[in-house]
């Protein structure tokens, strides 16, 4: 009898802009400090995409070239790309067909997801899922997001908190038990009014007025989205450990969107996890959005060992949230 196909991550590559955009110099920008940033959120920079002419596909594609390096593999050789985000290049054509093309992966099927911070973990099980049945090899998943695009710079209640860049892992089949092995996604367009972008899509398409009134904007209601974020994220990784019947002494790592500081240690106390297994880079990149956790992933490469179960986990507008396990293959 075949052993059961679970999609595996056998290669990592990340990508965040060489512009630094400090706490000092949000200071000069709007009424803030960074005492007040640090103890709120827990970061002190982030990284901004200046250069003109470059969007979130152009983040896309060296994680890409990374990760063929990695692999030994020419990028004809990927089947499908999938990329998370929710700053596209455009409206259409999908962001994932742009990184396609600048990348040379030009026998790619290619798509985005749009799951705002949960991105990158709905478009990771769609990418297993591609895996898992047997008619794909070689799949790439992305989450990138230029948040500098759609911030209001005036508005210190959420530019504070952005930062630009991307992740990418590349996943392939395996039959010894590494890999994917569970994932738990959900979503409540109830929570839709307090994270949001009010215009730019059909309901509100782009007009003088919209503009006028700074609708293109990222638009969040803090409270309401720390609770649910404290209690979504928490309580989904504690529902995966219980399925899977583990407990946090069974976890090597956690790796959780990097949205605030507080939310991710409430979700590792919620899983009974030490907070030295906490992959933590908020300080450096800000909220990035679906990149946050294969950044996380990426800084952390090295200090992943083959056989190790770490938990993937996120909430993000819409609402949307969910945890993944993973044991690492390699």
């Known amino acids: 009898m075949l052993a059961k196909t679970h999609a595996v991550i056998t290669a990592v590559g990340g990508y965040v802009p060489e512009d630094v955009l400090t706490n000092a110099d949000l200071e000069k920008m709007v009424d803030t400090n960074d005492e007040w940033i640090q103890t709120r959120t827990g970061i002190t920079e982030r990284r901004i995409l200046k250069t003109p002419g470059l969007a979130t596909s152009d983040m896309v594609v060296p994680c890409i070239k990374l990760i063929c390096e990695k692999r030994g593999i020419h990028p004809e050789e990927i089947e499908c790309l999938i990329v998370a985000t929710v700053t596209p290049d455009m409206v259409f054509p999908a962001t994932a ?21 949960s991105g990158f973990l709905y478009a990771l099980t769609v990418g297993a899922s591609l895996i898992e049945s047997g008619r794909y090899k070689k799949v790439i998943v992305a989450g990138a997001d230029k948040m ?11 530019c504070v908190l952005f930062g630009d860049g991307a992740g990418a892992v590349l996943l392939e089949p395996s039959h010894d038990g590494y890999g994917i092995l569970d994932s738990i996604l959900r979503s409540d367009g109830s929570g839709a009014p307090y994270l949001h972008m009010k215009a730019g899509g059909s309901l509100r398409p782009a007009s003088i007025e919209t503009v006028t009134a700074k609708e293109h904007f990222a638009y969040q209601e803090g409270p309401p989205v720390f609770k649910a974020a404290v209690k979504g994220m928490a309580d989904v990784s504690a529902e995966l450990l219980d399925r899977n019947n583990l407990t946090g002494e069974d976890i090597a790592w956690l ?30 990149y800000g909220n990035t959005t679906a990149a946050t956790i294969p950044l996380c992933l990426w800084d952390w490469r090295k ?3 083959k056989g190790d179960k770490i938990v993937l986990a996120a909430f993000g507008g819409g609402f949307t949230w969910g945890a993944t396990l993973v044991k690492w293959a390699y």
Do not use: E
């Not at 067909?97 to 911070?117: H, P, V």
């Not at 500098?148 to 959420?158: G, K, L, M, N």
């Not at 907070?275 to 933590?280: A, N, S, T």
């Open 148 to 158: 500098s695009a759609i911030v209001d710079y005036s508005d210190r209640t959420t």
């Open 303 to 305: 200090d992943l060992n």
């Open 255 to 284: 790796v959780p969107h990097q949205a605030n500081k507080r939310i991710i240690d409430a979700t590792a106390d919620r899983m009974g996890l030490s907070h030295d297994k906490v992959m933590l880079n908020i300080h450096r």
């Open 97 to 117: 067909n742009l990184a396609s093309y600048k990348a040379g992966a030009t026998r790619a099927w290619s798509f985005d997801i749009s799951a705002a911070c």
